[in-house]
T-cell receptor, first 113, second 113 residues
Framework: SAVISQKPSRDICQRGTSLTIQCQVD?????MFWYRQQPGQSLTLIAT?????????ESGFVIDKFPISRPNLTFSTLTVSNMSPEDSSIYLC??????????FGQGTRLTVV | KQEVTQIPAALSVPEGENLVLNCSFT??????LQWFRQDPGKGLTSLLL?????REQTSGRLNASLDKSSGRSTLYIAASQPGDSATYLC????????????FGKGTHLIIQP
């Protein structure tokens, strides 16, 4: 199974600022994803992080607000830009190979004040 | 697009009882289905992955079944313990050419000592 390290585990940020979340995997993986879990809600996919190309965003999420990098097969970052209190959520990194098990990081709990 | 529904939304039972959590999905053209556990404020722990060719998967006191034709999966927990208290999430591939998983809203389980 893949081991995923996500940093930071939590942060409290001022509105209007940006936060970059890092996701490191202990092995090379084809597919990496970023999810958001708003308070009391289930997980929603933000985007697929593609190695060497632009991320693929789901409806309702845009690159200007959630820029994503994936420089290699073991690392990705998600930036939450120009934050507002509505961005307060848990952000989770996930990896999987097609038709196999998905694994998740421990999440980043973000509070915007 | 895939939709995943979980019933019940919450469940509280005394320790030692056997229980069943239900999951239904709308797009039966899935290659697998996965059950996760989430503790408060934490990331997701994978419990069981059922491939589309399987009907059941077991791990310790947990047993998950999959019926693709009816669009249903169940998670059976035997001899429940207080440590089983958590939110249980069912996830199916989003499908339709899209990547990632679609999650249900979860079953919040409390096992009373």
């Amino acid at each position: 199974s893949a081991v995923i390290s996500q940093k930071p585990s939590r942060d409290i940020c001022q509105r209007g600022t940006s936060l970059t979340i890092q996701c490191q995997v202990d092995s090379q993986v084809t597919m990496m994803f970023w999810y958001r879990q708003q308070p009391g809600q289930s997980l929603t996919l933000i985007a697929t992080a593609n190695q060497g190309s632009e991320a693929t965003y789901e409806s309702g999420f845009v690159i200007d607000k959630f820029p994503i990098s994936r420089p290699n097969l073991t690392f990705s970052t998600l930036t939450v830009s120009n934050m507002s209190p509505e961005d307060s959520s848990i952000y989770l990194c996930s990896v999987e190979e097609t038709a196999t098990e998905a694994f998740f990081g421990q999440g980043t709990r973000l509070t915007v004040v | 697009k895939q939709e995943v529904t979980q019933i019940p939304a919450a469940l509280s039972v005394p320790e030692g009882e056997n229980l069943v959590l239900n999951c239904s999905f709308t797009d039966s053209a899935i290659y697998n289905l996965q059950w996760f556990r989430q503790d408060p404020g934490k990331g997701l722990t994978s419990l069981l992955l059922i491939q589309s060719s399987q009907r059941e998967q077991t791990s310790g006191r947990l047993n998950a079944s999959l019926d693709k034709s009816s669009g249903r999966s169940t998670l059976y927990i035997a001899a429940s313990q207080p440590g089983d208290s958590a939110t249980y999430l069912c996830a199916a591939p989003t499908g339709g050419g899209a990547d990632g998983l679609t999650f249900g809203k979860g079953t919040h389980l409390i096992i009373q000592p």
